[in-house]
């Protein structure tokens, strides 16, 4: 059975994130589908609520916070990403580190202080994951609080019925395992991109970074307004730079795609701001 989840797919790792863009049309989106209820979508998710237990997310954790997989730097990262190049993209060809670089121009434009800009280079950074031969369900999708009751604001709710934790009566309160505004970092979200990259800049980058990168799938939290029970005044404060980046990762997207050589020399004094040459993954 492990074997026949591990290698369900979406069709493009984009597709969750086409679908985000479905459900907060903020801005006109690139991607234009009839069918907003697409089977592989649907299959994603069930995948991921049932999948993603407290058990699996503490295992998870425990296997890759001692960063032992190899040593890098961020922009051999980078181009290490791009082996995840996926064709089946409707809107571009563009490379991993392009579309990173979309990200972090776009913030750049804007005026945002350099920590920001460097940001939107490293958020997606963690989907290095998928080359280590994890499932997709446990890289991308829409993040949340584990331990606790399931909110009915995540995307698809009742695929958690299936989920163990959903059956456990010591996970299925509004608290769960935890104090009432006990702050998110006492808190186990559900795996994925986010909290790897986490765990691998949070000795390197300021907090309103490790906010974004940790937390900017969490759209349950951040666009929705769940879960407010278990942050404290803290979370609310660092949650506005959260909100802050959330344009940038959703709608940063141009007919222009970015030149590599040209901005390579940019990025790499602005990594040699914050990282060493080589740091742990």
């Known amino acids: 059975m492990a074997h026949e989840v591990k290698n369900k797919h979406l069709g493009s790792l984009d597709e969750w994130e086409d679908d985000i863009l479905q459900r907060y049309p903020e801005k006109e989106s690139f991607r234009d589908y009839e069918n907003t ?9 069930r995948l991921n609520h049932e999948n993603q237990t407290l058990a699996f997310a503490q295992a998870k954790r425990a296997e890759f916070e001692s960063l ?10 980078c181009e290490y ?21 979309q990200t972090s121009e776009a913030i750049r434009a804007d005026g945002h202080p350099r920590w920001f800009i460097l940001t939107g280079l490293l958020h997606d950074l963690g989907k290095i994951l998928c080359l280590w031969d994890e499932p997709q369900w446990g890289v991308v999708g829409d993040t949340y609080p584990l331990g606790c009751q399931f909110s009915d604001r995540i995307v698809y709710p009742e695929f958690f019925a299936k989920n163990p934790d959903a059956s456990d009566p010591k996970l299925n309160t509004e608290n769960g395992i935890y104090q009432p ?4 970092n006492e808190v186990t ?9 986490y765990l691998v800049a949070k000795d390197y980058m300021p907090e309103e970074s490790l906010y974004m990168i940790r937390f900017h799938s969490c759209y349950p939290i951040h666009r929705e307004g769940a879960y407010q029970h278990l942050m404290n005044d803290h979370d609310r404060e660092m949650f506005e730079w959260v909100k802050k980046f959330n ?15 040209e901005l390579k020399p940019y990025y790499l004094e602005l990594i040699d701001e914050f990282f060493p040459e080589k740091i742990k993954w």
């Open 68 to 77: 032992s997989r190899r040593e890098m730097g961020i922009w051999e990262a």
């Open 181 to 184: 505004g006990c702050g998110l």
């Open 37 to 45: 209820e697409r089977d592989s979508v649907k299959e994603f998710y």
């Open 81 to 101: 990403l791009n082996e995840l190049v996926d064709d089946s993209d409707p809107d571009t060809d563009l490379s991993q580190v392009q579309h990173l670089l």
């Open 189 to 197: 979200m559900s795996w994925g991109h986010d909290e790897y990259m």
């Open 247 to 261: 344009p940038y990762d959703l709608y940063s997207k141009t007919d222009k795609p970015p030149n590599v050589v």
